[in-house]
């Protein structure tokens, strides 16, 4: 089994940055896609960004496409999101997911996911 554990979350004002970690541990593999997706109070879960194995392949989301950048250390078992030029409407709940075989949007394609992280956004 896979373990994760978001952290990095907060209140931060429109404009401002956030660095998201996720700390993995357990059966992971660095052969497999990791990711970020996010959820808003009332909404589904959706997806914000994926990393290729070795870290040299990202597609992200139209909605946070050059203003976020989604990075990954395997030796530290350590994943990233930095956050930049923070909106409103990027208020969530962020949470870490592992185990895509392929660059993956949709969350049954991960097998494993972690707690979250909170992210508020004032105006």
């Known amino acids: 089994q896979v373990q994760l554990v978001e952290s990095g979350g907060g209140l931060v004002q429109a404009g401002g940055s956030l660095r998201l970690s996720c700390l993995a541990s357990g059966r992971t593999s660095s052969m497999l896609y990791m990711g970020w997706f996010r959820q808003a109070p009332g909404k589904e879960r959706t997806f914000v960004a994926t990393i290729s194995g070795s870290g040299g392949e990202a597609f992200y989301a139209d909605s946070v496409k050059g203003r976020f950048a989604i990075s990954r250390d395997n030796h530290e078992n350590t994943l990233y999101l930095q956050m930049n030029s923070l909106k409103p409407e990027d208020t969530a709940l962020y949470y870490c997911?592992?185990?895509?075989?392929?660059?993956?949007?949709?969350?049954?394609?991960?097998?494993?996911w972690g707690q979250g992280t909170q992210v508020t956004v004032s105006s």
């Open positions: 997911a592992h185990g895509a075989r392929l660059p993956a949007v949709e969350t049954f394609e991960y097998n494993a």
